[in-house]
């Protein structure tokens, strides 16, 4: 029978875990948009073996589900990082890194793939014809790229981006298989001292609403605030 008197205690327990959720989150989407951004940018200047590689890097990584990356760089990424500092002379256990580590890596390396199509699709619609008007005032490369197509580029991207986000934080809970204790994992352990699966699983369904509705709010917001500049 769903007990409420667990809700609140559930609650507390589960919120420890939010912090650091957020906090690989965060890291994980400034460092995919990053990448994902360099490769937008090798395809929209369609630049020779990089575009080639962006494109089989994509097929790679949207292909292949995250859980098996995560497995891969669990099972790989010690020994080859282990193996690259041996070549330079450098004793290191790559078996002592952090899961928490394995798992930003492996889940930055999926979510470039798809910061990639959203930055791309950013970039094509802007309209060229502003591109021309730039020139003909004399504009250079940089300046047409800096005042120009960029903040028209990250107010026509931020509602994908914002989803993104929101992936990375459903992906996150992959990496209780790897003995990483992010929201959802945490709702296991809770559930599982006190045998309340159902109210634990309720809690993290709200938590996670509230983060989304956080989000969402921000994007729209910061979207507004950048239309009016623009």
Known sequence: MFDSEVLLPDLYEILGAVPLTLAMALLIFVLSTITGSLFAMAEYRKTPVLRQFVVAYKVAFKGVPMVIVIFLAYYGLPSILQFLASLVGIDYNGHSMPNWVTLIVALTACVAAFQAEVVKGALNSFDTGQADAAYSLGYKKSQLFRRVMLPQVVVA????????????????????????????????????????????????VVIYMAIAYAVTQIADRTERALRVRT
């Open 157 to 204: 991207a931020i509602p994908d981006l914002a989803n993104s986000f929101m992936v990375i934080m459903k992906a996150l809970s992959l990496g209780f298989a790897i003995e990483v204790i992010d929201i959802f994992a945490q709702s296991q352990l809770t559930a599982a001292l006190n045998f309340y699966y159902l109210e634990a699983f309720l809690v993290a």
